[in-house]
Nanobody
């Protein structure tokens, strides 16, 4: 089992920045990739970004490309999502998830999920 806990959400003005953290514990050798998803109120969960734990492969949704960056600190078993130039449409509950193989963009491919952290961007 892998436990996943997100943090770092909050309220920010448009154009501002936030950094989300995703701390993983437990059988961390079980997982290979970290993904970030978000769900705005009344909308379906959508892919935001993903990267493999060993580094080198990253994927981003078109809507966040150039503004968001996924990274990780292997020593801390923690992944990050740096979000710059935030827009009101980025407002959502952000989830971190870990996958056991590949670097998937489909939520169904992720085995372990956190509870989410709220990001609210005011205009």
């Amino acid at each position: 089992q892998v436990q996943v806990v997100e943090s770092g959400g909050g309220l920010v003005q448009a154009g501002g920045s936030l950094r989300l953290s995703c701390a993983a514990s437990g059988r961390t050798y079980d997982y290979y990739a970290v993904g970030w998803f978000r769900q705005a109120q009344g909308k379906a969960r959508e892919f935001v970004a993903a990267g493999n734990w060993g580094g080198g492969r990253t994927y981003y949704a078109d809507s966040v490309k150039g503004r968001f960056t996924i990274s990780r600190d292997s020593a801390k078993n923690t992944a990050y999502l740096q979000m710059n130039n935030l827009k009101p449409e980025d407002t959502a509950l952000y989830y971190c998830a870990v996958a056991q193989w590949g670097v998937p963009v489909q939520a169904s491919e992720y085995a372990y999920w956190g509870q989410g952290t709220q990001v609210t961007v005011s205009s």
